[in-house]
């Protein structure tokens, strides 16, 4: 079978999905979208490893990209896909369905279409977003081919259920550590309780207020939370040692520095090591060809609280946005599916923003 | 080779120490014993696995049981026993030595040479007292032979430095548990923090002024200790349980239920459960055979703060202290080692108690 980029989204997000790509998996289809763009004259097409990049070279003064990851988390029994409809609406449902190839469906058919667009286009399809952050495909584009992120804004087509959610959160997380001193627990008075001593990290988050900041017009709602706490050598050893592991996310107004600065000051007095730092992006909503994106795409405009690969492309200097179809609410659920509505909606949405 | 209970008890300790016997593996011990103690025809003996019961039946109208465990932690590099003189100070050196196989050849030497003790004896050698309470060949032994337990009071020959420690502390433990609501650490404000729900269990921990109780002229000084705490699914989700293990050492003048209730109220509104509970042994020492007890071994007089055997013949009724020579900070050591002095001292300390 060959992909065919000239059918609907719909039938081009089933064909997609009934190819399996669970992350580190997504060769066969890395291979079908090369050989089904081949056709294309208008594109120019890269490969990296299973990331395919097709772009126009039209010389126009402004250039967009347009990009969708392909690999999706384990199936679990959901695929091939089905027709279904519930409560009188039309679904696809399987895995990957909403996250994320029908954005992907709906990228390649408008791939193949828009022959003379109104800017230039760099589509990127990409391997190994559900995994670990150094597999990213995304990530290993940038830094293998770095000149094909040139750009003056991005859309990357993670389920929105069609809105528009500009930019992200950071993401920092701690490890908060409180220490003492180990004795038999029948003579604690001997020893000294890590546990006990982190009654105030505890106390300290749970009374912390979190900001909401507006950033670009959108407003950002912080946080602050624990997701991990151990400590304890035995049932009858007073403890050494307690961890807290801390997740702040933070307004992409903050950098990293800031944000490593503001959870130190939280936990003024405790041993604060950084396990892990992704800053936030800015929407970048506020230039003229993302406000034509957003005027074209309609729908609502919002934030987004959790980090995607947008940040790599604020990163590098191109402004993002996420934009594609689908519920996030059933991305990795067992019924993962999306709305045949949401589809052409952002086909439509897209098409009317892109075209000359 | 024989056991000799006419050997001095310096011998007879070094002798009983080389025949190893860690935790399971007393056999060949309980063998020895069971052999050498044959040619004393004023004790009854009585074997249940590998623990030896032997008895006067003098009709005496008081009795005393004297027990000791013939088990030891495992071995490390520390057998064969070495004499050795540290800071002047002569010492058998090895595993066992101080728990409590010094106290055991003690034992074994006066259970031969005394045929016509004050009062009638019960002596118990047992196995397994280093590993789980399951094992415990004393708590075997009560639940085959409870007859055997009949007493007025009883001295476990646990290691004491030749002091006398009376009874021992109660020891509760319970799982304090909080509850919350699973979310992406993106979007917290969608789930419910059950780390942070633990931050006035641990502040209750940190602020609780423990009781100093006196029980029968001792003092017993209690502890509320978080030995263990966990929680946390995964570093992005925002938890749904955490659960801290406490630790209640008890004055033996509360009994396991008034614990509990204690401990409920102190986490008044929180999810408590029990794990294990073992209520403390009053000292025993305010009845006419104690006292003959403490004035004829001399020497210091404490509370035991650590759960040990002692609570087994309290549970059944009899009033127990623990005395025996070595250091209990040697126990388990692995330059474990008894002072000679200290093993004539606890032998001519017993034997004042009971000759006639």
Chains 1, 2 share one sequence.
């Not at 999706?72 to 449902?93: G, K, R």
């Not at 105030?200 to 912080?222: F, I, K, M, S």
Request: charged share 25%.
């Amino acid at each position: 079978m060959t992909l065919d980029l000239r059918a609907s989204s719909i039938d081009l997000t089933r064909s997609i999905c009934d190819i399996r790509s669970v992350s580190g998996d997504e060769r066969v289809l890395a291979d079908e979208i090369q050989a089904a763009l081949a056709g294309y004259d208008h594109l120019h097409v890269v490969r990296d490893g299973d990331c395919i990049v097709a772009r126009t070279e039209l010389g126009r003064d402004r250039r967009v990209i347009i990009a969708g990851h392909i690999d999706t988390v384990p199936v679990n029994d959901n695929l091939p896909t089905v027709f279904e409809t519930i409560d009188a609406v039309d679904y696809l449902t399987g895995r990957g369905t909403v996250d994320m190839k029908a954005g992907v469906a709906v990228q390649l058919k408008l791939a193949a279409e828009l022959v003379d667009p109104a800017v230039d286009i760099t589509w990127m399809w990409y391997d190994n977003e559900e995994v670990a952050s150094e597999r990213n495909g995304l990530g290993r584009l940038a830094r293998n081919h770095p000149e094909l992120f040139a750009g003056d804004f991005a859309v990357l087509g993670e389920p929105t259920a069609g809105g528009v959610e500009g930019g992200c959160n950071g993401t920092l997380r701690v490890d908060v550590t409180t220490r003492g001193r180990r004795a038999h627990s029948a003579r604690p008075w001997a020893g000294a309780n890590a546990i006990h001593a982190a009654a105030d990290v505890l106390g300290a988050l749970a009374r912390y207020q979190p900001r909401e900041v507006e950033v670009d017009g959108l407003v950002y709602r912080e946080s602050l939370n624990a997701v991990m706490i151990s400590g304890g050598v035995a049932k009858n050893v007073i403890p050494d040692e307690c961890v807290v592991h801390v997740n702040y996310r933070f307004a992409p107004s903050r950098s990293g520095d800031e944000a490593v600065q503001h959870v130190r000051e939280v936990f003024d007095g405790f041993d604060v090591t950084v396990a892990d730092l992704a800053p936030g992006a800015r929407p970048g909503l506020d230039t003229p060809i993302a406000r034509e994106f957003v005027a074209a795409v309609g729908g609502p405009v919002g934030p987004k609280y959790g980090w995607t690969d947008v940040a790599r492309f604020s990163a590098m200097g191109v402004p993002a946005v996420n934009y594609g179809p689908g519920d996030p609410i059933k991305a990795h659920a067992d019924d993962e599916r999306v709305a045949l509505d949401e589809i052409t909606a952002c086909e439509a949405g897209l098409r009317a923003w892109l075209r000359p």
